[in-house]
């Protein structure tokens, strides 16, 4: 079970990591979305779930990027008077948003592939 205290530094670390790479993103990484953060019980590191809504370039160049501002973002985050330390962060794609859109997509097929309604059944005749 999670404790309290790690639950707080994810909450803590995904909004930081959130408002930094939202201020410094490039252009051209399409729509990046940090999903979840999961650190270690002695916080000494931390792996950064993110997915990107966009092309596999945008996403590639999106990789890319969050790769090139490690340092800054590590470095910016020292002014944290809530951590003693800093873990290290490691970006990990999350392919949870693509999995649920794709369960979504069948879904959809098999009620559209279903028939409206059984068809009626005829009442025989009666008096004979």
Same mark, same amino acid.
């Given at each position: 079970? @999670?404790?309290?205290?790690l639950?707080?530094?994810n909450e803590?670390? *995904?909004?930081?990591?959130s408002?930094?790479?939202?201020?410094n993103?490039p252009?051209d990484t399409? *729509?990046l979305?940090?999903t979840?953060?999961? &650190?270690? =019980?002695d916080?000494?590191s931390a792996?950064?779930?993110?997915?990107? *809504?966009g092309? =596999?370039?945008e996403?590639?160049?999106a990789d890319?990027?969050?790769h090139?501002? $490690?340092f800054e973002l590590?470095?910016?985050m020292?002014? *944290?008077?809530?951590?003693?330390? @800093?873990p290290v962060l490691?970006?990990?794609?999350? =392919?949870?948003?693509a999995r649920?859109?794709? @369960?979504n997509?069948? @879904?959809?097929q098999i009620? &559209?592939d279903e028939?409206?309604?059984a068809p $009626?059944?005829r $009442?025989p005749?009666?008096? $004979?």
């Open positions: 079970m @999670i404790s309290r205290r639950e707080r530094v803590l670390l *995904l909004r930081e990591i408002s930094y790479v939202l201020e993103q252009p399409g *729509l979305t940090f979840a953060v999961k &650190t270690t =019980d916080l000494m792996r950064v779930f993110y997915s990107v *809504l092309s =596999d370039a996403k590639a160049r890319e990027a969050l090139r501002m $490690k590590t470095r910016s020292r002014r *944290l008077e809530s951590l003693k330390r @800093i490691e970006f990990v794609w999350d =392919d949870t948003p649920a859109a794709r @369960i997509e069948l @879904i959809q009620h &559209t028939s409206p309604a $009626k059944r $009442k005749p009666e008096g $004979k």
